[in-house]
């Protein structure tokens, strides 16, 4: 059992200026990413990529009202996933802060306070459409059934603004992409598409690479967002492991003194002990004693064994009468700025995208989540800025493997999703990352810091933009895309190539638990792999360009971590300006900054060195025994990869690699040379 007083160790913690720049408004009353979002409203398609909290409503305000008065377009359609976000476009007096123009929906127009079922109400979308007014906000199954009752002709020169864009996919069995598909195609119809998820969880892509390609992206990172905040100082990101049931564990994470929400685990998963009313009652009981129902908002009250109440929301409740009066109390927009409205937060399905708690300082999730998507959302509740609140933490509560062998596999493929989801935030809260190159000709690229000593012509360099929260690094030997469509990946995508990559169960396998994988296996041929499979319209040479800039963003902020971790002594000074020196002290300390090196660098070393800090001794030995037992042969597929890296080898040395070479990479290339050689000579002999 782990005593209460077991703290959970951060797998990231990232610390940003405070800058207050991206609270900031311009004279039209717009904030810098509804800004930069405003300067391409003449778009017809535009892809608005954004994290929780950044203003992406509004800015679709901003986009829509220039569209209506200045574009032609004749009405203005947001659809939305759940009912709830569709708050997010209540009217809104822009004009007070300075633009030309109010927003306003009719009331009988915002179908998501409408009674009914969300897919039910198309016929309103049709009694839309034939009326004078311009704006309408509905769920996306009222929006897919309307284009499926009046055809996408009724639709010609209308704005579509589809909010939580991750919720469509290419994938055919999804009806509201392939309904897009077919306005696109028949283009007469403006789309805004807006995200807060940088990949998709299920990693299916969101548009076909056609159809993506007609659209204009304005990105705006994390990185941008955190930074720019007047309070928020530091994030912290990590996975905890418990033994026996979570509620009896779950003090030793869950802060009372902290504004919480807890997502406690589907009654499908291993976590559940199946009857989630008893484990809220257990969590309520391990807080203190109950002191009864709030008759007003009916939140629980609890005492705590300092004396102090605790106002509990519960979401979990299926009662009808007792959620929604729980749920209309959270929104009650009286209480938005009321830090003491609520203390502690317990949900299962709710309180996730779109649900907005400025004063969540801890979101705690009990349970892997299968969808990295959903993980960005929940982190993004306690990722706002409100007065006061200088830290936020995400924490992942997991059970450790127990003995039983099903189990042990369960619990090792949630461990794998943990900690490809800690590596895939870290890329996604780092700053972004521009590489080029190295080359005589090479100058500094204005508006970037190139360190103490400035710009060297003789080095590799790296180049920081704080406003930008972008690096420019010089890498001997890169590859450099050549098609649009390559740049495009190199520049918008790194992070869904990494997402497929971190979620690639084979790749992480190897990297943390077998002693004997070539890093090379990793990052040259799984990575090549995955390239090949997700962009297979692209030529060799795109395919490596992409390979190379994707391993290195993700080794350039695993190398920098590592550099972070140990010299971070002060925490107040760790984060995000210590992983901006970490970068900047490996690529000094290296002689050479070339792509070789990056990819002889196993890109879950530093996530193994943390998972040892965070689980017991015996429970990895377990994991480490389960992933040993499913050690793999080389396939085909892989031994045609090395092959071809034989071949590049030859170029280059004029020799093929040795079999019995002592460096390992030259010796795992001859094995997979000496393995289709076999595979023919078999096959030739039928």
Same mark, same amino acid.
């Given at each position: 059992m782990i005593k209460k007083n077991h703290k959970n160790v951060p797998s990231v913690s990232v610390s940003y200026a405070q800058t207050g720049n991206a609270t900031k408004s311009n004279e039209l009353g717009m904030r810098p990413m509804q800004e930069r979002a405003y300067e391409k409203r003449g778009e017809q398609y535009l892809l608005i990529k954004s994290p929780p909290a950044s203003g992406k409503s509004r800015a679709l305000m901003f986009i829509a009202l220039d569209k209506l008065h200045n574009q032609d377009v004749k009405k203005a359609i947001i659809t939305v996933p759940e009912k709830s976000i569709g708050a997010s476009f209540n009217d809104e007096p822009l004009t007070k802060f300075g633009f030309y123009y109010d927003w306003h929906v009719e009331p009988r127009w915002n179908l998501c306070n409408a009674p009914g079922e969300d897919g039910s109400k198309a016929a309103s979308v049709g009694s839309f459409l034939e009326s004078d007014d311009q704006t309408l906000v509905c769920p996306h199954a009222t929006f897919r059934n309307a284009v499926e009752k009046f055809g996408i002709e009724a639709f010609d020169d209308c704005l579509i603004a589809v909010d939580e864009f991750h919720h469509v996919s290419a994938n055919p069995e999804n009806k509201l992409g392939a309904q897009l598909a077919e306005l696109i195609a028949r283009d007469k119809v403006h789309i805004v598409a807006m995200t807060g998820s940088y990949f998709r969880g299920d990693a299916e892509a969101v548009l076909m690479p056609h159809d993506e390609a007609k659209f204009e992206t304005v990105t705006y990172t994390y990185y941008e967002q955190l930074n720019g905040y007047k309070w928020l100082k530091t994030l912290d990101i990590g996975y905890y492991f418990y033994s026996g049931p979570y509620a009896d564990e779950i003090l030793s994470v869950l802060d009372p003194t902290q504004k919480t929400i807890v997502h406690i685990p589907s009654v499908n998963s291993r976590e559940s002990t199946k009857d989630k009313i008893k484990e809220v009652e257990h969590i309520l009981d391990e807080l203190g004693d109950w002191q009864g129902t709030d008759p007003t908002t009916g939140f629980q009250l609890v005492k705590t064994e300092d004396g102090r109440v605790l106002r509990i929301a519960d979401l979990v409740n299926d009662d009808p009468s007792k959620r929604d009066r729980v749920s209309a109390a959270l929104k009650d927009p009286a209480q938005k700025n009321n830090r003491d409205h609520v203390d502690i937060i317990i949900a299962l399905g709710m309180a996730k995208e779109g649900f907005d708690w400025i004063w969540c300082e801890h979101a705690l999730t009990v349970g892997y989540r299968s969808s990295l998507t959903e993980i960005v959302q929940i982190i993004g509740r306690a990722t706002r800025d409100a007065e006061g609140k200088t830290r936020a933490r995400f924490t992942n509560l997991i059970a450790e493997p127990d003995a039983a062998e099903d189990a042990v596999v369960d619990a090792v493929n949630d461990t794998l999703k943990a900690i490809a989801a800690s590596l895939l935030m870290e890329q996604v809260l780092a700053p972004r990352f521009n590489f080029t190159p190295k080359n005589p000709n090479n100058a500094p690229v204005d508006g970037y810091d190139y360190g103490e000593g400035g710009y060297d012509p003789e080095k590799c360099n790296v180049g920081f933009n704080e406003e930008q929260g972008s690096f420019q690094i010089e890498i001997k030997g890169l590859a450099e895309p050549k098609s649009k469509e390559a740049e495009r990946i190199c520049q918008e995508d790194l992070n869904e190539v990494i997402t497929a990559f971190v979620q690639d169960k084979p790749s992480i396998e190897?990297?943390?638990?077998? +002693? /004997?994988?070539?890093? +090379? /296996?990793?990052? #040259?041929?799984?990575?090549?792999?995955?390239?090949?499979? $997700?962009?297979? /319209?692209?030529?060799? &040479?795109? #395919?490596? &360009?992409? $390979?190379?800039? &994707?391993?290195a963003a993700l080794n350039l902020t695993q190398e920098a971590k590592k550099i972070a971790v140990g010299d971070d002594k002060d925490t107040e000074r760790g984060g995000s300006t210590a992983l901006i020196d970490g970068v900047r002290k490996y690529v000094t300390d290296v002689r050479e900054l070339d792509i070789d090196l990056i990819d002889r660098i196993n890109p879950f070393g530093e996530a193994y060195a943390i998972l040892a800090k965070t689980m017991s001794e015996d429970s990895l030995k377990q994991v480490a025994a389960v992933i040993a037992g499913k050690k793999v042969s080389m396939t085909i597929e892989e031994a045609r990869e090395l092959a071809k890296r034989a071949l590049k080898f030859k170029q280059e040395r004029g020799r093929l690699p040795s079999i019995t070479s002592a460096d390992a990479w030259e010796k795992r290339m001859a094995e997979g040379v000496a393995y289709l050689a076999k595979a023919k000579a078999e096959a030739a002999n039928g």
């Open positions: 190897q990297g943390l638990f077998n +002693e /004997e994988v070539v890093p +090379e /296996e990793l990052t #040259q041929v799984r990575m090549g792999k995955i390239i090949k499979d $997700r962009y297979p /319209e692209l030529d060799d &040479a795109d #395919q490596e &360009a992409v $390979r190379q800039h &994707a391993i």
